[in-house]
């Protein structure tokens, strides 16, 4: 039986890892190659490369932590597919809002779309979360790690200030956003402690 479950939750990591690998690809076929050689041309470039650094450190801290999350998971349930892939969907739109948001980025309106779209992935990830410690327990490795989850909802705080400031200007918004990645970018250690 644990050999069961234990496929079951490296299916499911599987399954997820391809997902958001080809979300990864589908950011990067958007990029542009600079329309000329002068390093003016490359100016005109930054702000599509700081959006898409932002959404590609975006999918590789949810990455790593889906990773520690499933690693540390004891069993799966319907409830857990269901949420993980309730996180998969949201995540999926990010090259839409990164495509839209590196064109637009001096409007609020993408700015803010952009955030929304973060803000879900970020209640999603959440979600998926609870379905695993309900899943597993309340004394669970999963639930000793997440505790109150002060970091997670700090995200989801950051995320609608962001949405709100980004009427004000978006540069505002950028600004709640990377504070995000930020944030999450230093390990999360939580769970890789308790993986053993």
Not at 14 to 24: C, H, L, R
Request: one cysteine or more.
């Amino acid at each position: 039986m644990a050999g069961e479950v234990e496929r079951e939750g490296q299916r499911l990591e599987a399954f997820s890892d391809g997902v958001m690998a080809v979300i990864i690809t589908l950011m990067a076929l958007d990029l542009r190659v600079p329309a000329g050689h002068q390093l003016t041309d490359l100016e005109h470039s930054v702000p599509s490369l700081l959006v898409y650094l932002l959404s590609f450190a975006s999918i590789g801290i949810y990455w790593n932590n889906h990773h520690h999350l499933l690693r540390a998971t004891d069993r799966i349930s319907g409830a857990v597919m269901w949420s993980n892939l309730h996180l998969l969907f949201w995540l999926s739109l990010i090259p839409v809002f990164t495509d839209w948001l590196s064109h637009q980025y001096k409007y609020s309106l993408p700015a803010a779309m952009y955030g929304a779209d973060a803000l879900l992935c970020g209640v999603a990830y959440t979600i998926l979360v609870r379905a695993i410690i309900r899943c597993n327990g309340t004394d669970s490795r999963v639930a000793e790690a997440i505790g109150s989850d002060v970091k997670g909802w700090a995200s989801v705080a950051l995320y609608a200030l962001g949405i709100c400031f980004a009427w004000v200007t978006p540069w505002l918004a950028f600004g709640f956003y990377a504070a995000v990645a930020v944030m999450w970018f230093v390990p999360d250690r939580r769970l890789d402690r308790r993986e053993l």
